[in-house]
């Protein structure tokens, strides 16, 4: 007999729901929106006044498209070759010839950047944390939080779009758009792919040492030589941290990501029915053995507790 729970019976991550929710055809994307949304709300009752937080289109790219449902691939396109081409001859006349046409004016102009198209609906929502001029207008980010998926992590289709829009926020701001200074939160739940930090040991490869969850918080201010990062490194069936979110100078909040994880999986049914304690997590192998030893001990635990609990509830 199947054993579901409304709320999350981990002290953390729900090992089976992430199993799951990795290979299961857009999963991970519901899980997403509704994680970044109560990420949002937990942060706009967090911050202190002159600070709004805002839902962006982040750096990530989705799994599927969700008009077509169509895979989403992000390849680098060839160099485009001109129908028609314009070259300048080694020696240019002086002056026009006879019967050449004036220039007319265009009606307006813009940016050659405007001339690619994009499309919004492939990103995935990320946040940002921005503070409040003298004049009551929101200014440019200071603080970015994106909720890794595994699309963009290394191996997926959007790695190397993800990387380098990484590094141009570190060193330069989001998109050219922002300024320096802009500090990065990556929320990582995902044990089946390698981080995106190639220097930290890789659970997903079996390394020693590897965790398979982490929170990644860099601060690159007042200079990216000069800042710190704070790396949050979570395991199996372990409580989520309390994380320090940056804000301008010295100032910071505390978020409780373990309280948001359990309002996100308690929040929509359909999570808590993919997870049935009476069965093993998909691919249970890919989990290192210590954690496969808790995962046992935690369903154990979960069915003892649902045996008491109907024992009692019999009526004498």
Known sequence: MAIHQRQNQYPGINAHLHSY????????????????????????????????????????????HPETGEPVLIRRKPRPRPDVSVLRTPEAPAGLP??????????????????????????LMALSIRPLSRDGRAGTPITWIELLSPTNKPGGSGA????????????????????NGLALVEIDY???????LSHLPDYA?????????????????????????????IAVDSPLPVVKIPLLDADFVALDCGAVYGRTFQALRAFSYAVDYEQFPLHMERYHPNDQAKIAGRMALVKTTCLSTSERDQPE
């Open 21 to 64: 929710l990795q290979h299961e055809p857009a999963g991970w994307e519901e899980f997403h929106a509704a994680h970044i949304t109560h990420l949002a709300e937990a942060l706009d009752a967090l911050l202190p006044a002159g600070y709004l937080v805002h839902l962006e289109k982040g750096m990530q790219i989705r799994e599927l």
């Open 98 to 123: 006879a019967g050449v046409a004036v220039l007319s004016l265009p009606t307006r102009t813009l940016p050659a950047t405007q001339a690619l198209e994009d499309d919004p609906a492939i990103y």
């Open 160 to 179: 190397l779009q993800y990387r380098e829009k990484r590094a141009l926020a570190l060193h330069s701001g989001l998109a050219l758009a922002l300024h």
């Open 190 to 196: 995902l044990h089946e792919t390698p981080p995106v």
């Open 205 to 233: 490869g079996g390394e020693p040492g590897a965790y398979p969850y982490r929170i990644i918080v860099t601060d690159p201010r007042p200079s990216l030589a000069e800042g710190e990062m704070l790396l949050y490194e």
